[in-house]
């Protein structure tokens, strides 16, 4: 089992519709958690941080669910520049280090 | 500031042939991270360094792999000899106090 799981997609979505994914996590040690964003061809930058509370920037809304172990990206509003692959990633302290593990990414394409 | 700054932005060499890529971290940063991107394998960490020190380097995928960082400036990775399953995408990030990670453009590297 990986340690860091999302559905690959690709998610096929109109413009203005509301798209959630999810992400699971296998360390319940994982300290703490982000969303990144990567464009085709490009590098993966950060979209938003994902707190215990839950959290919200502009159209984005990410919760963490400690007891199940995943986080959740909700995207309100979508626009054709939403297309991106998003990535999941945890960081769990190792040792006396911290390491990102990755998810594989969810494809996402936002149809005019 | 410039950001995290790789080159070459490509690089397309024969199998057999010496491949070094080289990353500029964030002034200031002080962990510096190499990662590899492929389709089939998505993100995969290679190695990274707290402070010039190397502090894990379990992700190299074999001796023909190295990686160097004489300076809190700059980092090489260096593939001898190369060979054609090295393709891949390898980015370069850094990483300040705070956890904030910052990735350079990535170098796009084919091995025929």
């Known amino acids: 089992r990986k340690e860091v799981e999302q559905d690959p997609g690709p998610f096929n979505v109109p413009e203005g519709a509301t798209v959630a994914f999810n992400c699971t996590y296998s360390?319940?040690?994982?300290?703490?958690f982000f969303w990144y964003r990567q464009d085709c061809r490009k590098e993966p930058k950060l979209l938003m941080s994902v707190y215990s509370s839950g959290n919200e920037d502009g159209r984005f809304t990410a919760q963490l669910n400690r007891a199940s172990q995943y986080i959740s990206l909700l995207i309100r509003d979508s626009k054709l520049s939403d297309s991106a692959t998003y990535l999941c990633?945890?960081?769990?302290?190792?040792?006396?280090?911290?390491?990102?593990?990755w998810g594989a990414g969810t494809k996402l394409i936002i149809k005019p | 500031d410039a950001g995290v700054i790789q080159s070459p932005r490509h690089e397309v060499t024969e199998m057999g042939q010496e491949v070094t890529l080289r990353c500029k971290p964030i002034s200031g940063h002080n962990s510096l991270f190499w990662y590899r991107q492929t389709m089939m394998r998505g993100l995969e960490l290679l190695i990274y360094?707290?402070?010039?020190?190397?502090?894990?380097d379990s992700g190299m995928p074999e001796d023909r792999f190295s990686a160097k960082m004489p300076n809190a400036s700059f980092s090489t990775l260096k593939i001898q000899p190369s060979e054609p399953r090295d393709s891949a995408v390898y980015f370069c990030?850094?990483?300040?106090?705070?956890?904030?990670?910052?990735f350079g453009s990535g170098t796009r590297l084919t091995v025929v």
């Open positions: 360094f707290n402070n010039n020190v190397p502090i894990d």
């Open positions: 990030a850094s990483r300040d106090r705070n956890y904030g990670y910052t």
């Open positions: 990633v945890v960081n769990v302290r190792q040792g006396g280090n911290y390491q990102l593990i």
């Open positions: 360390n319940s040690a994982s300290q703490s």
